[in-house]
């Protein structure tokens, strides 16, 4: 399956060639134009028929977040820093895989337990190495590394696997690429490089294609566990359609003609205010003189984790609502 795929390739933030071809190879054949830009954005454009067409950005990234080794000591363990968001209680006891297929543990020098704050300076990663000359053999300073987290199928049509973010956005939208056929307005279908260290590739990406609107698809909490926490999407319930997060309001207008074409079309939807985090369509939102800016988000447990899990069936009401909102007229 094409999302075991994704989420299985090797794509920390810098590092997303492997992503990249990936996307290549599964849309060259439903695209007019297909590029590449110096940030490795994967630029797809689908050209429409209207005659009011407009030009939509429809962003999903393709880095996912990891480390990169910043020193080696001398009984051959590697200190690492953090690629995007990285929680060190999320990575003790954990694997990790470099570029050249090596794997190491990953673990703490304190007590976990005891641990205060999020000091990732006090991680490290045993990769079997007896010295700092025998680590050398296989790992050099700058080399990345990324969660091993295997892709696998739960009850009730859910997955887990790492890189959830944002792959799975990077599948909703290929797979509406493929349903489109001959859409209304100009979509660029934006595989973007970068976000998790700060939208840099959308924000590039934006000022290139100077869209009319914009639109990011990435994940967001799930608020349907015992954790609980301070927000509305839950798991089954549909596409969530967003309206804030700590990096964008979003567009009345857009927000409002994506639950017009949910109500149409009999997408089940959901509304997504995240407490804390951010997405392309904050960059996006500021570039240029502005873009009128909006969401579409798939609820997901334990993200920025190797074990991130979706609900297929919001996955696909994803993929519905993009196809759909993409191929109308707008009036604004």
């Given at each position: ?53 407009k ?11 990891g ?190 003609s994506m ?21 392309d ?15 579409i ?7 920025h ?28």
């Amino acid at each position: 399956m094409l999302l075991k795929e994704l989420t299985q390739a090797f794509g920390v933030s810098g590092f997303e060639d492997e992503v990249s071809q990936l996307i290549i190879t599964n849309v060259k054949e439903h695209a007019d134009e297909v590029f590449v830009d110096a940030l490795k954005n994967v630029i797809v454009l689908k050209k429409g028929k209207g005659i009011n067409k407009k030009k939509i950005m429809i962003a999903s990234h393709m880095d996912e977040i990891g480390f990169m080794v910043l020193s080696i000591t001398d009984k051959g363990y590697l200190k690492v820093r953090n690629i995007g968001g990285i929680s060190i209680y999320m990575s003790v006891f954990n694997k990790v895989k470099f570029r050249n297929g090596i794997v190491g543990i990953v673990d703490y020098q304190d007590s976990i337990a005891e641990a205060k704050g999020n000091d990732i300076g006090k991680l490290y990663i045993d990769i079997g190495a007896k010295s700092k000359e025998d680590a050398l053999r296989y790992i050099a300073v700058g080399e990345p590394a990324a969660y091993v987290g295997d892709y696998v199928e739960l009850p009730n049509n859910r997955v887990c696997a790492k890189a959830m973010d944002d792959r799975v956005g990077c599948y909703v939208a290929i797979e509406a690429l493929k349903k489109l056929g001959t859409p209304y307005n100009d979509v660029y279908f934006v595989f973007s490089a970068l976000e998790e260290v700060g939208l840099r590739g959308s924000k590039v990406a934006a000022q290139r294609i100077k869209p009319d609107i914009g639109v990011a698809i990435d994940i967001t909490g799930s608020y349907d566990t015992p954790q609980g926490g301070n927000g509305n999407m839950m798991f089954g319930q549909g596409a969530a359609i967003k309206i804030m997060d700590n990096s964008v309001i979003c567009s009345d207008k857009v927000v409002e003609s994506m639950i017009e074409t949910a109500q149409k079309y009999n997408i089940k939807y959901q509304l997504d205010v995240l407490p804390s985090g951010g997405t392309d369509a904050g960059a996006i939102n500021q570039s240029n003189e502005g873009v009128l800016t909006g969401g579409i988000s798939i609820p997901t447990r334990y993200g920025h984790s190797p074990v991130s899990m979706v609900d297929m069936f919001d996955v696909n009401c994803c993929i519905e609502l993009v196809t759909h909102f993409v191929d109308k007229e707008f009036k604004f």
